[in-house]
């Protein structure tokens, strides 16, 4: 049975002040009938019920307003707190997550394969920012397999647009008997001027400080350094009695630090790369060639599949090989890869430089780099600090860039596929593409409920290296083989 309702009188809040005095005692008679819902803070009662004034009345105030300047205080702390946090500086870029949380290799926002370029999405930048940002780290840390004298290759998807472009360096021209010309900070740069965000110095802090103040040479370096010794490459990655640096040791690059320096201010491609080349020519003892590298940006190469489209990159690189190896195990019927050739069980390749950065929209960056061999040529620029590649070895380079992202696939809205250290790369990418075709498709389904599982592993020929990422589910996803042989961080 319902109550009989009553009228609720409400009172009108009021902040203390000595001239309300004399109009509160007059509204005493009036509230002695009409009691307040909430009563007023300033204006305490007592246990029973009888109000309070005189001096107890005015301390009660003071408790109060105490009471609020430190509720007040507490806010204020909290909200400074927030603003030095990472996500908090992100703004509308990257909002906060949510509180659920996930297994490794799954952000909310956006990840990257690499040990660099988290702090470029962090500062708000997108995944091209990230992953230029982070090869230009490599190129300082990584001088066995890329660096400012390697020829660079990319894929990227732009959720935005839905998009595919193809990188290029370019053709190969030689600077000097055995040396090619440097392509990469043209190359780089040209990339970020159509797709970046941030801005083109703000990419070269952390590689210039890198150089400038040294890093730490890493386990892969050490054992690089160790195999091939250092004729030509000190006093860069040397002790002063001519031995290898080993891993853990500290090594600099002021000449390197100095031309990246000089090309945060480039305003243009081409003059990214200028002065570098009249730098090593003349080291070299000879001309600035007339026609600089020529890099280009260009649609991707694609094929329509049932479970999507396919994206590689073009001629000169191994993508056109791949298609057409894809293509026809695909009309041939149902996708069952082939087990791996015995020679791309046992072959050793020559070392390269991959890296994959996506975020939960689904826009994907694959750059992969490479020297023709261990330090390129170890020809070691005293003027600048650059290794330049090798063009007397046979040039491996085209087989080697094969980059490949599936749009709309079964399992993932985009998923993004780059490797290295497989001397036949097209075979082998096909064999990991038609593997992935093959399996049962569960993991997406898996995430769409929420369970933690990890990202399934991708598989490949070979003793190379494969990195995957992928976006679904509004979030990122990032693994590798083998397993925990890539560093991966996000947000």
């Known amino acids: 049975m319902e109550g009989t309702a009553e009228p ?219 195999a091939r010794g250092t004729e030509g490459l000190c006093p860069l990655l040397c002790h002063p009695d001519g031995t290898p640096l080993g891993a853990g040791a500290r090594a600099t690059n002021p000449q390197l630090a100095a031309v990246l320096h000089r090309a945060a201010l480039a305003p243009t491609s081409d003059l990214a790369g200028d002065t570098l080349l009249s730098l090593l020519a003349r080291d070299l ?22 479970q999507g489209i396919l994206f590689t990159t073009p001629s000169p690189s191994a993508g056109p090989e791949l298609l057409a190896l894809l293509e026809a195990a695909l009309g041939s019927g149902a996708p069952s890869p082939e087990p791996c050739p015995p020679v791309l069980q046992t072959a050793v390749s020559p070392e390269s430089s991959t890296l994959a950065t996506v975020d939960s929209s689904g826009s994907v960056l694959l750059l992969t780099s490479l020297f023709n061999g261990s330090f390129g040529s170890a020809y070691l620029s005293p003027g600048t600090g650059v290794l330049l590649s090798n063009t007397t070895a046979k040039s491996t380079t085209s087989a080697w860039a094969c980059p490949l992202i599936l749009l709309n696939d079964t399992e993932a809205n985009v998923l993004g596929l780059v490797a290295s250290g497989t001397p036949d790369m097209a075979r082998a990418m096909t064999h990991t593409i038609l593997s992935h075709l093959a399996e049962p498709q569960t993991q997406a389904q898996h995430q769409h409920q929420g369970q933690q599982e990890p990202t399934e592993q991708p598989s490949t020929c070979g003793q190379g290296i494969l990195l995957q990422v992928a976006a679904y589910a509004e979030h990122a996803h990032v693994s590798s083989v083998p397993h925990g042989c890539c560093p991966y961080q996000g947000i």
């Open 8 to 226: 609720v009188v409400y009172q009108k809040l009021l902040l203390w002040e000595p001239s309300l005095e004399s109009e509160e005692e007059e509204e005493e008679e009036e509230e002695e009938t009409s009691e307040a819902l909430v009563p007023n803070p300033w204006r305490p009662q007592d246990s029973s019920g009888n109000k309070a004034g005189g001096l107890p009345g005015t301390w009660a105030r003071l408790v109060a307003a105490l009471l609020l300047l430190a509720v007040g205080c507490s806010l204020a702390v909290r909200q400074l707190q927030h603003q030095g946090s990472p996500t908090g500086s992100l703004g509308s870029t990257a909002p906060s997550p949510g509180r659920h949380s996930h297994g490794p290799g799954i952000y909310h926002h956006g990840a990257i394969i690499s040990p660099a370029g988290r702090e470029l999405l962090v500062a708000g930048g997108n995944v091209v920012d990230a992953g230029v940002g982070a090869a230009l780290c490599l190129a300082v840390v990584h001088p066995h397999a890329t660096g400012l004298g390697a020829m660079f290759w990319g894929l990227f998807h732009n959720s935005s647009s839905g998009n595919s472009t193809a990188l290029t360096s370019g053709p190969a021209q030689t600077l000097a008997p055995g040396v090619a010309l440097p392509t990469a900070l043209p190359t780089l740069h040209l990339l970020h001027a159509r797709f970046g965000r941030l801005p083109w110095p703000r990419l070269l802090v952390g590689p210039t400080r890198l150089a400038q103040e040294g890093f730490l040479v890493d386990k892969p370096l050490a054992r690089a350094l160790a």
């Open 285 to 306: 003892g000879t001309e600035v060639p007339l026609a600089g590298p020529r890099p280009t940006l260009e649609p991707a190469q694609q094929l329509p599949m049932a």
